[in-house]
């Protein structure tokens, strides 16, 4: 028998550094409250179409007031799916979203972005939007696309629409994407089809995950809930995400903040799965503290990792996928406190298992996008994976045979061994290992100036794998369809 083999009673091996912030009986007290909330307080709901599937579902409706029967969320959360699998733009299959798989990509819809050329603070523009995709095409540790900003230079209420053709048009990873409401996204859902080949095609092999927030605490929108009620009748994935701020519209205790947070979920989570059963959703948003002295909502809070892995283990105790929010910053410009509060978020929710980690390259308590922080986010995801690896313990890493081979006062410099292993190292791009002189020699540069020299080569150079140009006429017709209907509604 091998040392690695040995049987030991009562032995747990944990093969990952990950760990819950919560413990199992702490998941299902959060949860319980939150059966109670929805059943005594309930929600209100601001849509017919959602009140009439919740009352027929066995809901109590009065008004806009829904109470969700206990027995009635415990149905909807054994009917959704536990893995949701999102391919890339080619139909492979990119994104496991189950257990403790973790991937990582941008923020979306900020109200300014820093011109990565001019350093400039300004409205997005859909350049903007089309630049960050190839950014996120090009960028090997980030998973998959989101806008980067709200666009500012096309139809106000088509923005959404012309973001994901922005988006699509140029990056092949998946790509997560809000509507402002039903119209758009039909509008959003045909673009996808005409570059899968077909509705049936997107359906059974996904690559856009769409995006929708409640109104905490405890009120859907009409646009909300009924996009969440859409996409699980077309059966692509949802996000369904109330952004919950303690002290604000969530109690001022985590705890409190957590029930909340999942109360409205679930109330989203019924509705669709009352619409669509098995249909897949996705738990989550953006979960942190609100600054009293100033209302300001803080991206880079400690508040926000303990709520993001709190909510995450309540999450994977319901068997439900995760979204949270990391990678972000309250800084405005590239400096130390902008990469130490997207270091430490970004390892907390590695470490936590949350399944869709959003906010990457924003700043300015998510108000504002920055590439720069996007690529040296890039780089940090590559020191978290690697931790999230962890030690793999047996015959061949222990190495005894190589140490009894080397000896006493030998090196491993030489050995088979280290030439078979020593690859695993991870290797910085950005990070300044150098020695002083070689650090000189190579130009003393800074870790912003690095990863700017970085994000410039791959706006310059890395051409993302176009679309045909059948496909492209087919999109154009969406968006002039889209542009179209706008008009003639005005």
């Known amino acids: 028998m091998s040392r690695s083999q040995f049987v030991r009673a009562n032995y747990a091996v944990n093969s990952t550094p990950q760990f819950s912030m919560l413990s199992e009986d702490q998941c299902e007290i959060v949860l319980n409250s939150a059966l109670e909330v929805l059943e005594r307080t309930g929600a209100d709901v601001q849509s017919a179409e959602a009140r009439d599937i919740l009352a027929k579902g066995g809901c109590w409706v009065d008004g806009d007031r829904v109470r969700v029967p206990s027995f009635l969320v415990e149905w909807a959360i054994a009917q959704a799916p536990s893995r949701v699998v999102v391919s890339d733009r080619n139909g492979k299959r990119a994104m496991h979203l189950e257990g403790n798989n973790v991937y990582f990509g941008p923020g979306f819809s900020t109200t300014y972005t820093l011109d990565p050329v001019t350093g400039e603070r300004r409205l997005p523009l859909k350049s903007d939007v089309a630049r960050a995709a190839v950014a996120v095409d090009g960028l090997p540790n980030i998973s998959y696309a989101m806008d980067m900003g709200a666009i500012s230079d096309v139809t106000p209420t088509l923005a959404d629409v012309h973001a994901f053709q922005a988006l699509v048009e140029n990056t092949t990873k998946p790509i997560v994407h809000g509507g402002f409401g039903v119209a758009q996204c039909q509008d959003i859902v045909d673009i996808a089809a005409a570059v899968r080949g077909g509705v049936d095609a997107l359906q059974q092999n996904p690559y856009v995950v769409l995006y929708c927030e409640s109104t905490p ?49 679930l109330v989203g989570l019924v509705a669709g799965q009352l619409a669509s059963p098995g249909a897949s959703f996705v738990m989550g948003g953006l979960i ?203």
């Open 217 to 265: 605490p405890l009120k859907h929108s009409a646009a909300a809930i009924d996009m969440a009620i859409f996409a699980a009748k077309s059966k692509v994935p949802v996000i369904y995400a109330p952004c919950t701020f303690s002290g604000s519209v969530a109690p001022a205790t985590m705890a409190g903040s957590l029930v909340v947070a999942l109360a409205d979920f």
């Open 288 to 490: 942190t503290t609100m600054q009293m002295k100033d209302s300001v909502v803080s991206h880079g809070a400690a508040e926000l990792s303990l709520l993001s892995a709190g909510l995450t283990a309540v999450a994977h105790h319901m068997g439900i996928p995760m979204f949270c929010a990391a990678g972000g910053s309250d800084a405005k410009v590239s400096d130390s406190q902008m990469a130490l509060e997207a270091a430490f978020s970004l390892l907390v929710a590695g470490l936590s298992g949350a399944n869709v980690v959003h906010g990457l390259g924003c700043m300015e308590s998510g108000t504002t996008s920055s590439l720069e922080l996007l690529t040296i986010d890039d780089e940090i995801i590559g020191m978290v994976r690697t931790i999230l690896n962890g030690i793999v313990v047996d015959d061949e890493t222990m190495s005894v045979e190589v140490m009894d081979r080397v000896g006493p006062g030998g090196h491993y410099l030489a050995d088979d061994h280290t030439m078979a292993h020593f690859r695993e190292f991870w290797r910085p791009t950005l990070i300044d290992r150098l020695r002083y002189d070689g650090w000189v020699e190579e130009g003393a540069t800074t870790m912003g100036q690095r990863s700017q020299k970085k994000l410039q080569a791959i706006i310059a150079d890395h051409k993302p794998e176009a679309l045909s140009a059948d496909v492209l006429t087919e999109i154009k017709a969406v968006v002039d369809r889209a542009e179209s209907r706008q008009s003639g509604g005005r």
